[in-house]
């Protein structure tokens, strides 16, 4: 994929969706950071199904610590993974109270340096909360960048990387939505649906399969 092909194909996702948003529910930014941490090797779906009750009862890190393990565990228990990530949650929560005064932090270095949130959770709050042209790349993501020919890399981080380089700066605060909404209803892993793809003439895996 070209530079012009590039332009091409983001100005045709923005025309489409032009203020993209995340499906996780969440209202403040601490909500956000939590269901991001409940969302790896999870859907969003069911990440929104357990929170919808959790931030009833618990939407500051102090009330997500009053919980107690057991109480967190079972909100989420519907959640893969539920024990690993209900420890990762309180011991974030006590961090922010500890370090942060119970404010999500806005750096990339303090925001890993919390339990649980690697370079992929952090990305995703600094471009969701803050309005950072980052880019969180998931399995969506990485298969959408290699078979359109938009970002190809062999890790995460060398998609994220090329993606950096190559996306136009006007569409960087909104791409990694655009692109995680493709990957997850249209660029299937499976069987793309390049006959409804709005972007398939400027992607090269269907013009190689044309």
Same mark, same amino acid.
């Given at each position: 994929?070209?530079?012009?092909?590039?332009?091409?194909?983001? @100005? *045709?996702?923005? =025309?489409?969706?032009?203020?993209? &948003?995340?499906?996780?529910?969440?209202? !403040?930014?601490?909500?956000?950071?939590? =269901?991001?941490?409940?969302?790896?090797?999870?859907?969003?779906?069911?990440? $929104?199904?357990?929170?919808?009750?959790?931030?009833?009862? +618990? %939407?500051?890190? &102090?009330?997500?610590?009053?919980?107690?393990?057991?109480?967190? &565990?079972?909100?989420?228990?519907?959640?893969?993974?539920? #024990?690993?990530?209900?420890? %990762?949650?309180?011991?974030?929560? &006590?961090?922010?109270?500890?370090?942060?005064?119970?404010?999500?932090?806005?750096?990339?270095? +303090?925001?890993? +340096?919390?339990?649980?949130?690697?370079?992929?959770?952090?990305?995703?709050?600094? $471009?969701?909360?803050?309005?950072?042209?980052?880019?969180?790349?998931?399995?969506?993501?990485?298969?959408?960048?290699? #078979?359109?020919?938009?970002?190809?890399?062999? *890790?995460?981080? @060398?998609?994220?990387?090329?993606?950096?380089?190559?996306?136009?700066?006007?569409?960087?605060? $909104?791409? %990694?939505?655009?692109?995680?909404?493709?990957?997850?209803?249209?660029?299937?892993?499976?069987?793309?649906? /390049?006959?409804? /793809?709005?972007? =398939?003439?400027? /992607?090269?895996?269907?013009?190689? !399969?044309?």
């Amino acid at each position: 994929m070209n530079d012009t092909q590039i332009e091409a194909f983001f @100005a *045709t996702l923005q =025309a489409a969706n032009p203020q993209p &948003q995340t499906e996780l529910a969440y209202g !403040s930014v601490f909500e956000l950071l939590v =269901a991001v941490l409940l969302s790896a090797q999870a859907t969003d779906v069911s990440v $929104n199904k357990a929170t919808r009750s959790l931030f009833a009862c +618990a %939407h500051t890190p &102090q009330k997500m610590l009053d919980l107690g393990l057991e109480g967190l &565990q079972a909100h989420i228990k519907t959640i893969g993974l539920y #024990r690993s990530k209900a420890r %990762h949650v309180l011991q974030t929560c &006590q961090m922010l109270l500890d370090l942060h005064g119970g404010e999500v932090p806005r750096t990339r270095a +303090a925001l890993q +340096a919390l339990p649980g949130v690697g370079r992929k959770t952090a990305n995703v709050v600094l $471009n969701v909360a803050f309005g950072e042209p980052t880019f969180a790349v998931d399995t969506h993501l990485f298969r959408v960048c290699n #078979r359109s020919g938009l970002a190809p890399g062999k *890790t995460p981080l @060398a998609v994220e990387q090329q993606l950096i380089q190559r996306v136009p700066k006007a569409y960087a605060v $909104n791409a %990694h939505h655009w692109l995680i909404l493709l990957g997850r209803y249209v660029c299937r892993a499976r069987k793309p649906e /390049c006959s409804r /793809c709005l972007v =398939a003439a400027y /992607c090269d895996f269907n013009l190689n !399969s044309a």
